[in-house]
């Protein structure tokens, strides 16, 4: 095999994997665009619950909120929901733009670059969701704040359940 037939065929390599590893991050976040950590499934369904209107009843439901809780937890939760759009909708947009650099043949430092940057923003969406769970629990009786923090961990491992 001549030196730039092997030249041309790791080209070729690399601009699949990248194109692949691209096409898999887009779908898994800009089209599906799931939660950071999961909420249980629920009762109603064998697939998992993906709104926070859903991990919100579940929390009334299984943790027994009282009406003060809610009202105390409330600006914390709101808070959090304009942090996750936020976020969501930087995700689309970087997945899009990773997506059109692919498409574009970009270099791969570029590719890297605008990998880095998708990466960085999902990273930041887990953090923003595990710290959100982290100040809810601390505005939560001792009993609640564990069923919480057992049910944070079930869902990291994927073993929650309703």
Same mark, same amino acid.
């Given at each position: 095999?001549?030196?730039?037939?092997?030249?041309?065929?790791?080209?070729?390599?690399?601009?699949?994997?990248?194109?692949?590893?691209?096409?898999?991050?887009?779908?898994?976040?800009?089209?599906?665009?799931?939660?950071?950590?999961?909420?249980?499934?629920?009762?109603?369904?064998?697939?998992?619950?993906?709104?926070?209107?859903?991990?919100?009843?579940?929390?009334?439901?299984?943790?027994?909120?009282?009406?003060?809780?809610?009202?105390?937890?409330?600006?914390?939760?709101?808070?959090?929901?304009?942090?996750?759009?936020?976020?969501?909708?930087?995700?689309?947009?970087?997945?899009?733009?990773?997506?059109?650099?692919?498409? &574009?043949?970009?270099?791969?430092? $570029? *590719? +890297?670059?605008? #990998?880095?940057?998708?990466?960085? =923003? %999902? &990273?930041?969406?887990?953090?923003? $969701? *595990? +710290?959100?769970? #982290?100040?809810?629990?601390?505005? =939560? %009786?001792?009993?609640?704040?564990?069923?919480? *923090?057992?049910?944070?961990?079930?869902?990291?491992?994927?073993?929650?359940?309703?």
């Amino acid at each position: 095999m001549t030196r730039s037939l092997q030249g041309a065929l790791w080209v070729a390599g690399t601009v699949f994997v990248a194109a692949a590893s691209a096409y898999v991050t887009v779908k898994l976040t800009a089209a599906a665009n799931p939660p950071a950590i999961l909420p249980p499934p629920s009762p109603e369904s064998s697939r998992p619950v993906d709104s926070e209107e859903s991990l919100h009843a579940w929390m009334h439901q299984n943790l027994e909120i009282s009406a003060e809780e809610h009202d105390l937890l409330l600006p914390y939760e709101q808070a959090f929901e304009r942090d996750r759009l936020r976020l969501r909708a930087e995700i689309r947009q970087a997945g899009q733009q990773l997506a059109a650099s692919i498409r &574009a043949n970009a270099d791969q430092k $570029t *590719l +890297d670059e605008e #990998l880095n940057r998708l990466n960085g =923003l %999902n &990273a930041e969406l887990r953090k923003a $969701t *595990l +710290d959100h769970f #982290l100040v809810m629990k601390e505005h =939560l %009786n001792p009993v609640q704040a564990e069923k919480l *923090l057992q049910w944070t961990h079930d869902s990291i491992v994927g073993t929650a359940s309703p």
